[in-house]
């Protein structure tokens, strides 16, 4: 069975949540795969998910690969001791009072796959912090994301 989680602040009204929880919820009907979610605060969701979610402290149990949304839970992905496959989705290009050599030295982690939303994004990522961005994900697209977790060619 293939493990994709991701990791927000929260599940509370965002744009960014709706889009998530929904393709989610589409690639949580295919019984080969098991989609999770880990929040840093608890929260009533957007819409229902139809996946687990739970509370970060259960991140140290998670093998599959996980995708942090913001930089400051990327640092803490990185940090952990887990041994999922690690990957950024930035929805938003904001890194509110983190330190611009701190945002640096997460962005250019070795073990790290980018993705961002659009190709302004991509463009601030690269042209400002020197990191190459993977691929391009329009509002959480279902095939997007697949592809850029290398879930799309992988037989099941």
Not at 58 to 81: E, R, V
Not at 126 to 149: C, G, H, S
Request: aromatic share 10%.
């Amino acid at each position: 069975m293939k493990e994709i989680a991701v990791l927000v602040d929260h599940l509370a009204v965002s744009q960014s949540n709706f889009y998530m929880i929904k393709e989610f919820n589409e690639i949580a009907k295919n019984p080969k795969k098991s989609v999770s979610c880990f929040t840093f605060q608890p929260s009533p969701p957007v819409i229902k998910p139809m996946f687990s979610c739970r509370n970060v402290s259960f991140i140290s149990n998670f093998t599959g690969k996980m995708i942090a949304t913001k930089i400051h839970a990327l640092d803490f992905m990185l940090q952990s001791h887990t041994a999922c496959e690690k990957y950024l989705y930035l929805w938003d290009v904001e890194f509110g009072a983190a330190k611009f050599d701190q945002v640096c030295e997460v962005l250019k982690d070795d073990r790290l796959k980018i993705a961002v939303r659009s190709e302004g994004h991509k463009a601030i990522l690269e042209n400002n912090y020197n990191v190459k961005v993977d691929a391009i994900i329009e509002d959480w697209n279902r095939d997007q994301l697949e592809k850029f977790l290398g879930e799309d060619n992988e037989q099941n």
